[in-house]
C-alpha cells in the first residue's frame, strides 16, 4: 500500500471511529432520557451556557398539587439541567432565575427526545460601593469581607482596601431584596436591604450576636435531635443562616450580624404547632452584639398514615406519586411530604394537620400517578403521634382517570376562529387557544368530574382591547383603549359539554355566533364646564350599586376578596379622556349566557349599562341604569362631573 493510500485508510479509519463515538454518545444520553426525565439548557443571547440558574418546574394539571410537586434544580457549568422525576404525560411549566438575566418562563414535556434551550437576557446592572467602619473609631476597616445576597440566585463576597472602602461592579437589576453585611473575624456589621438600585452603602463593624436555645417535645419535654434550624429576615431573602441540633436538643447561631431574626425548625417526624392568632409567623427575635438571645421550640409529633392508590378501574397503581401537607416553612408556605406507592399500592406520610391543633383541622392527602389523572382523601380527628392504617377504606384513593379533547372553533360559514381561550376551569389547566385554522388541544388532563357525568368546555372568544392597565401605572400617564377597525368581527361566548370518560378522545367541534360592535362616545367636563382632561372612565355591563364602583375605579380600595355569586354588573371596558374631554369605548355586544362566561357568577341584562367618570381632581359622576336597544351600534353619552367628598 502506497502512502497516499494509507493515508486515505486512516482518515477512513478515523471518521468510523468518531461516528461510533457519537453513535455511542447519543445512545447514552437518550437511554437517560425516560418518561419521567426533563433535560435542558440554559444559555445567554450569544449561546454562552449560563451556569447556577435556579431553575423551578411546576405541573400544569396537577391541579391542587402544584406547589408539592414542584420540582427545582439549577444549570451546571455547561448550563445544563436534568429532572430525573417528572411525571410522565404531564407539561411543566419552567420558571427560570439567573443572577443578571431576566425572569423568564418556558414548557417541557417529559421524555423529550431534544433538550430544552432556554435564551435569557442579560439585565442591566448597577454599581454598588461604600465603606465599612468601626464603631468605636469611626475609621475605615481593612480586608473586611463584604457580602452581598440576592433574593433568589445573586450572590458575591468582595474585601475592602486599605480605607475600608468597598465596590460590587455588577449589581443585577433583579436582585429582589437583597442582604448585605460586613464581617471580619468575629465582629460583624448589622444586616441591611439592598434593593434594585441602591448605589451606596456604608456598614458599621461592631460585636457579633448569638442565638440559641432547645427544641423539645411539647408533651413530654423531651429533647429532639436532628433538627434543621434556620434564622432568616421575615421579609424574603436568600439571607439565611442553618444548624442542626444537638442530643440534647440544643442549637445555636454564633457570629450573626445584628438584626431581627426568625428562628423556624424542621424534623421529617416532627412539626411546630401555631404559637400566635394568624397561626403562621413564629415571634422576631433581636440579635444584639454581646447578648445571647434565646428561643426554646416546642414541637409535636407528626400522624403518620398509611393508604392505597387505585386506578379508574380500583385495582393497586404502583409508583403514584403521594403527597400531604406536613408543615409550615420558613417561606411561609407549606412543607409537604412526598411518598411513592409500592407494587401494592400502598403509601405512608406525615402531616402535622392534626385535629385543631395543627394548622388546619382537616389533612387533604393527594395522589396523582402517570396518565391516570388525580385524587384525594380528607382525615379528621388526627392526634399527635398516632399511626392511622387507612389501607382498607379511610385513606384509600381512587385516581379520576384522563382524557383528552381537540376540535376546531369557527363561524356559521365554516371559516375558522383563531384565538378563542378553551378552557374547563377559568385560569386552570387544561386550557388552549384556537390557532390560525382554528384547531385547540386539550392535551392528557384528569377528568374533571365522576367518570361518565357531563361536564363544562368554555370557549371565549376574542374582544376588544378592555382598556386595562397594570396599577402601578399613575392616572395622568394612563392612555386611552385602543379602538378596533370597523371591519373586525367578534364574536360570543359558548359553553358546550363533553362526557367525562378515562383513556377517552372527545372530538368537539363548535360553531360561535357573530355579534357586533357597540361604540360609546361623549365628552367630559368638569364642574366648570371646561373639558376634563385624563379624566378615568369605566363602562359596566349592568347597573353598578352606587357604593361599589369606586372599587372599580380604584380597585386598590377594596378591602377583602372578591365576591361571587349573582353579581348584577361587571366591569368591562377603561379608558381615559384626550386633551379634548373626549372618550371612545368600543365592545362586543354580549348575551346574558357570553356575559356569565367572561364575568363568572353574574346575570347581567345585556342591553343595560352604567358609566363612572372622575377627574384627576377627584370631580365625578356616575351614570347608571341606562338602555342600549339592540338595535343601537353607537351611544353618545356626554357626562358633566360634580365635585365629591367620598375621595378624600
Same mark, same amino acid.
Request: include cysteine; aromatic fraction near 8%; charged fraction near 20%.
Given at each position: ?194 434593593? %434594585? ?62 438584626? %431581627? ?120 380527628d388526627l392526634r399527635e403521634g398516632e399511626v392511622r392504617n387507612g389501607i382498607q377504606q379511610e385513606a384509600v384513593i381512587q385516581l379520576s382517570g384522563s382524557m383528552s379533547i381537540s376540535g376546531h372553533v369557527k363561524d356559521p360559514t365554516g371559516n375558522p376562529i383563531p384565538g378563542v381561550y378553551v378552557y374547563i376551569h377559568r ?109 378615568n372612565l369605566v363602562l359596566f355591563a349592568g347597573n353598578v350599586p352606587a357604593n361599589e364602583w369606586r372599587y372599580k375605579m380604584h380597585p386598590r380600595r377594596r378591602r377583602g376578596g372578591f365576591v361571587l355569586g349573582d353579581r348584577s354588573h361587571a366591569a368591562i371596558c377603561r379608558t381615559v379622556t384626550d386633551e379634548k374631554g ?52 353607537? %351611544? ?13
Amino acid at each position: 500500500m502506497n502512502h497516499k493510500n494509507a493515508t486515505c485508510f486512516n482518515v477512513i479509519i478515523r471518521i468510523f471511529a468518531l461516528m461510533l463515538f457519537l453513535v455511542a454518545s447519543l445512545h447514552a444520553w437518550g437511554s437517560d432520557v425516560t418518561r419521567n426525565t426533563i433535560v435542558g439548557r440554559v444559555v445567554d443571547e450569544i449561546n454562552n451556557p449560563i451556569a447556577n440558574v435556579l431553575i423551578k418546574a411546576r405541573p400544569l394539571k396537577c391541579v391542587g398539587m402544584r406547589r408539592a410537586l414542584m420540582l427545582e434544580t439549577r444549570s451546571d457549568k455547561n448550563g445544563r439541567y436534568t429532572f430525573s422525576n417528572a411525571i410522565a404525560g404531564e407539561e411543566y411549566l419552567l420558571e427560570l432565575h439567573g443572577a443578571g438575566f431576566g425572569y423568564k418562563t418556558d414548557s417541557a414535556l417529559p421524555g423529550a427526545s431534544t433538550e430544552t434551550a432556554t435564551v435569557l437576557r442579560a439585565q442591566p446592572t448597577h454599581k454598588l460601593s461604600g465603606r465599612v467602619l468601626h464603631l468605636d473609631t469611626n475609621q475605615g476597616v481593612a480586608k473586611a469581607e463584604v457580602i452581598l445576597i440576592g433574593e433568589k440566585v445573586y450572590k458575591k463576597t468582595v474585601v475592602s482596601d486599605d480605607e475600608g472602602r468597598f465596590f460590587f461592579s455588577d449589581v443585577p437589576r433583579n436582585i429582589g431584596q437583597g442582604v448585605i453585611y460586613a464581617k471580619k473575624q468575629k465582629e460583624r456589621s448589622e444586616y441591611s436591604l439592598v434593593r %434594585k438600585g441602591t448605589t451606596n452603602i456604608n456598614l458599621i463593624l461592631d460585636g457579633s450576636c448569638r442565638i440559641g436555645g432547645l427544641v423539645i417535645s411539647k408533651t413530654t419535654g423531651e429533647p429532639i435531635s436532628g433538627c434543621l434550624v434556620q434564622a432568616k429576615p421575615r421579609f424574603m431573602s436568600g439571607f439565611v443562616f442553618e444548624t442542626t441540633t444537638g442530643e440534647n436538643g440544643a442549637y445555636a447561631f454564633g457570629n450573626l450580624p445584628r438584626g %431581627k431574626y426568625l428562628v423556624w425548625v424542621r424534623h421529617a417526624d416532627w412539626f411546630e404547632p401555631p404559637n400566635r392568632g394568624d397561626r403562621l409567623w413564629p415571634p422576631r427575635i433581636e440579635a444584639l452584639p454581646g447578648k445571647a438571645a434565646s428561643y426554646n421550640v416546642s414541637m409535636l409529633k407528626k400522624a403518620t398514615i398509611s393508604g392505597r392508590v387505585v386506578g379508574p378501574d380500583k385495582l393497586p397503581i404502583s409508583g403514584a406519586i403521594v403527597s400531604v401537607k406536613s408543615a409550615v416553612g420558613s417561606n411561609h408556605r407549606g412543607i409537604f411530604d412526598i411518598s411513592k406507592t409500592d407494587e401494592e399500592g400502598i403509601f405512608k406520610v406525615r402531616t402535622g394537620e392534626l385535629g385543631n391543633i395543627g394548622h388546619s383541622a382537616l389533612a387533604k392527602i393527594s395522589a396523582v400517578a402517570d396518565e391516570l389523572g388525580m385524587g384525594s382523601v380528607t382525615l379528621k380527628d388526627l392526634r399527635e403521634g398516632e399511626v392511622r392504617n387507612g389501607i382498607q377504606q379511610e385513606a384509600v384513593i381512587q385516581l379520576s382517570g384522563s382524557m383528552s379533547i381537540s376540535g376546531h372553533v369557527k363561524d356559521p360559514t365554516g371559516n375558522p376562529i383563531p384565538g378563542v381561550y378553551v378552557y374547563i376551569h377559568r385560569g386552570q389547566w387544561p386550557n388552549s387557544k384556537t390557532d390560525d385554522s382554528g384547531y385547540f388541544q386539550l392535551n392528557t388532563f384528569p377528568l374533571p368530574t365522576s367518570p361518565n357525568k357531563d361536564f363544562n368546555v368554555h370557549f371565549m372568544a376574542p374582544r376588544p382591547h378592555n382598556g386595562q392597565m397594570n396599577m402601578v401605572t399613575s392616572l395622568d400617564k394612563r392612555k386611552p383603549a385602543p379602538i378596533p377597525a370597523s371591519h373586525t368581527q367578534y364574536y360570543l361566548h359558548k359553553t358546550t359539554t363533553a362526557v367525562a370518560k378515562h383513556n377517552n378522545h372527545v372530538e368537539l367541534n363548535t360553531v360561535l355566533t357573530p355579534t357586533r360592535q357597540l361604540h360609546f362616545t361623549g365628552q367630559v367636563t368638569d364642574p366648570t364646564g371646561a373639558p376634563a382632561v385624563q379624566a378615568n372612565l369605566v363602562l359596566f355591563a349592568g347597573n353598578v350599586p352606587a357604593n361599589e364602583w369606586r372599587y372599580k375605579m380604584h380597585p386598590r380600595r377594596r378591602r377583602g376578596g372578591f365576591v361571587l355569586g349573582d353579581r348584577s354588573h361587571a366591569a368591562i371596558c377603561r379608558t381615559v379622556t384626550d386633551e379634548k374631554g373626549r372618550y371612545a369605548f368600543c365592545v362586543a355586544r354580549e348575551t346574558t349566557q357570553s356575559l356569565s362566561i367572561e364575568h363568572l357568577g353574574t346575570r347581567i341584562n345585556p342591553t343595560v349599562f352604567s358609566l363612572a367618570a372622575e377627574s384627576l381632581d377627584g370631580a365625578t359622576k356616575l351614570l347608571h341604569d341606562f338602555v342600549v336597544s339592540e338595535s343601537e351600534y353607537r %351611544k353618545i353619552v356626554d357626562i358633566s362631573l360634580v365635585k365629591s367628598r367620598a375621595n378624600n
